[in-house]
């Protein structure tokens, strides 16, 4: 479909344009539906309502620390994630020469 803007009138033109306007609005909304329902599909592979994941902890609920991906092996019930701070025991076995991946769980 080829369109000669150039023998168009400013008034054809901007009408022109209007519908083009719309019809990319159009295509966009058809997209954003698209895209929604894709996830709320894949959400509901996992188990979960989409709104379920997207509205986040519940008031007053606390935010979990994360897995535990060192544990100490003197004393197991001492675990660091690897986020933030070294705890002490990390810091005295790596100054014991003992390597990190002697440290993961």
């Given at each position: 479909m080829e369109?000669?803007?150039d023998n168009m009138?400013?008034?054809?033109l901007l009408a022109l344009k209007a519908k083009v306007d719309k019809a990319?609005?159009?295509v966009e909304a058809r997209r954003k539906a698209e895209a929604l329902?894709?996830?709320e599909d894949k959400?509901?592979?996992f188990g979960y309502p989409l709104n379920e994941l997207l509205a986040g902890p519940a008031k007053g609920a606390k935010a979990t620390k994360g897995v535990p991906k060192y544990r100490n092996p003197a004393d197991p019930s001492q675990t660091w994630t690897g986020r933030g701070r070294k705890p002490q025991w990390v810091n005295?076995?790596?100054a014991k020469g003992?390597?990190?991946e002697d440290l993961e769980i």
């Open positions: 369109i000669d803007l009138s400013k008034d054809e990319l609005e159009t329902k894709a996830l959400a509901r592979e005295d076995a790596l003992t390597p990190m």
